[in-house]
């Protein structure tokens, strides 16, 4: 925080300035607003289930423009898994939830027909102490050139 025309900023506890929190992504700014607002037009709708209703796992449809995807959630406070479709409306969700709580300890992708879940594949990120798919291993610039298809 900057105070007065003149004055220093204010110190924090360790004698260094107080800064802005870094970006969870470390992409151009001017992309990650784009998908930012492109995370707040997604329409998301439930999907049912045969089983019990579990406070520890959600699955639900993302829907954009013309586009689809599936995305499971599981597990509770650090140790959470996300999976997603593998294609663009997946790839902008994950990068919203990675924008959301920071860097994954884990990233990875299953391969087409891997789970009845996700036909065509999905890509997996984790927090903590969950696990992920090892078919492949995108990074972080593959989900962004991914995610930039379902901005149009």
Partial sequence: MLGAAGLPSVAGEDGGSVSAPARALPIDPGLLAR??????????RPVPSRR???????V???????EEARVEESGRGRNVRVAVDSGPVGA????????RRG???ALGAAEAGRNPSFPS?????????????EDSKPGLADLVELARYALA
């Fill in 35 to 44: 998908y930012r607002s492109a995370g707040t037009k997604i329409r998301w």
């Fill in 52 to 58: 019990k209703p579990s406070p520890a796992r959600s």
């Fill in 60 to 66: 639900r449809i993302a829907h954009l423009h013309d």
């Fill in 92 to 99: 902008l969700v994950l990068l919203l939830e990675i924008d």
């Fill in 103 to 105: 860097s994954p300890t």
């Fill in 121 to 133: 594949g999905a890509i997996v990120a984790a927090w903590g102490n969950e696990n992920v798919p």
